[in-house]
């Protein structure tokens, strides 16, 4: 390994530390929030059957976001996220 390489890898290991010990700030911190499944779908009004299959997952997933065993991801979190902020436009288009 190069030299330069492996000095500014130590310093980046040496920089985590200290952020991870309170001694240094980050520079950036990015918060996901995935979309509550669970909510979104006792606002639509629907079983957990009948939205799993409205949304196009099986049932066993949407039990999973709704217990956050697992996250929706990707269009799933996207499709959630639609749901919720538009659920009248959503259901329609989903119908």
């Known amino acids: 390994m190069d030299k330069t390489l492996f000095e500014d890898l130590q310093q980046s290991l040496k920089e985590a530390a200290s952020i991870h010990r309170g001694k240094l700030a980050a520079g950036r911190v990015t918060e996901v929030h995935a979309p509550d499944a669970k909510a979104i779908r006792t606002k639509v009004g ?4 009948d939205f799993a299959q409205l949304i196009g ?7 999973n976001w709704e217990q956050h065993r697992r996250n929706p ?4 979190a996207a499709l959630l996220t639609i749901v919720e902020k ?4 959503a259901l329609r288009a989903l119908h």
Not at 46 to 49: A, D, P, R, V
Not at 73 to 76: D, N, Q, Y
Not at 86 to 89: T, Y
């Open 46 to 49: 629907l079983s957990q059957s």
């Open 57 to 63: 997952v099986k049932v066993a997933t949407l039990r």
């Open 73 to 76: 991801t990707g269009a799933a």
């Open 86 to 89: 538009e659920p009248d436009a």
